[in-house]
Structure formats: structure tokens, C-alpha cells
């Protein structure tokens, strides 16, 4: 029930947050989480933001993507400089039993110590696009890419089936 400034004011205060960037365009088809931002664009090294694109003007997401990408090329940096921007393929369209479209992509991956665990669809061309620019993304990281077919028809991902716990927790 927070309002937007609401919510800036208590992460700022909670988590010593200097500046928020709000997204307000992507889309993910089949995805039961509203579109979270783990299944659109991520933060990475070196001011860099992982995003998913689209070039398919026939696809559901084409509108919504490019909108999210226009939004992404106007944020910046706490300095005032343009974000690094990594834009991962979109994988073709995976559907279920029923004919429902799968949230398939590349954006729900999980970063490790030196590793980044990204999902794949056996698309050999899109999964290979999507290591490539990941390794752009994690210079000195190990892309590993994880077959998610079985995990998407539960709606999720890598990202999403994971939970990190803070050290704190643990020793409670």
C-alpha cells in the first residue's frame, strides 16, 4: 500500500539506496510473477545492465521489449553515466500441453562466485547468443548453461528456484 515515493524512501533509508531506477515497460508471457525483473533485466559488473530484447515484430513482447530497452538507454549511472547495455536474445517460443507460452529467458539466471548459471532451451543458436553476451556481461566469469525446459513449465527458472540467504540467517 506504499506509494512510489514511499517505497524510495524506506529502501533508501533501509538499505542506504542512493538512487532507484523504476521500469515501467516489459512483458513476459506465461510468467505468474507479473513480470519480475529477474525475468528482464539485470544488473551486472561495471555499470552494466542484462537485458532481454526482441527483433520479432510478429512476437507478443515485441512492443513491450523495445519500450523497456528505450527506458534502459535513458538511465544512469549515480555519476550521471549511461549504463553499459547487454541485450540477450529472446528464445523462440516454448509452449506446454495446453498451448500456454512458457516464460522462456536468459535474463533468469543465477550469479555465483565466478560462475554465472544461465538457463537454456535447446536453441543452440539463441543459447550460444545468450553465452556470448553473458561473457560479455561477467568478464572473467564462468558462463554454464543449465537445460530449464523442465523448470519453465513450472513458470520459473534458475533465478527463480533458488533462494539466497543472508549470512545472518543462517547462524540463527
Not at 561477467?138 to 520459473?156: E, R, S, T, W
Request: contains cysteine.
Amino acid at each position: 500500500d506504499m506509494s512510489k515515493t514511499e517505497v524510495e524512501a524506506y529502501l533508501s533509508r533501509e538499505l542506504g539506496l542512493k538512487k532507484i531506477l523504476w521500469l515501467d515497460y516489459g512483458y513476459l508471457a506465461g510468467d505468474d510473477t507479473d513480470s519480475h525483473i529477474d525475468t528482464l533485466a539485470r544488473l551486472a559488473p561495471n555499470d552494466t545492465i542484462v537485458y532481454v530484447g526482441c527483433d520479432d515484430e510478429n512476437d507478443e513482447h515485441y512492443t513491450a521489449l523495445n519500450k523497456m530497452k528505450q527506458q534502459l538507454e535513458e538511465f544512469s549511472t549515480i555519476d550521471g553515466a549511461p549504463f553499459n547495455l547487454v541485450e540477450l536474445p529472446f528464445p523462440k517460443a516454448i509452449y506446454d500441453e495446453d498451448g500456454e507460452r512458457l516464460p522462456a529467458t536468459y535474463a533468469n539466471f543465477l550469479i555465483m562466485k565466478n560462475t554465472v548459471l544461465m538457463p537454456s532451451y535447446n536453441q543452440p543458436e539463441n543459447d550460444a547468443l545468450a553465452i556470448e553476451r553473458l561473457l560479455q556481461a561477467f568478464p572473467g566469469y564462468k558462463i554454464v548453461a543449465v537445460d530449464c525446459n523442465a523448470l519453465i513449465k513450472q513458470h520459473g527458472s534458475l533465478h527463480c528456484v533458488t533462494m539466497q540467504l543472508p549470512q545472518e540467517i543462517l547462524s540463527v
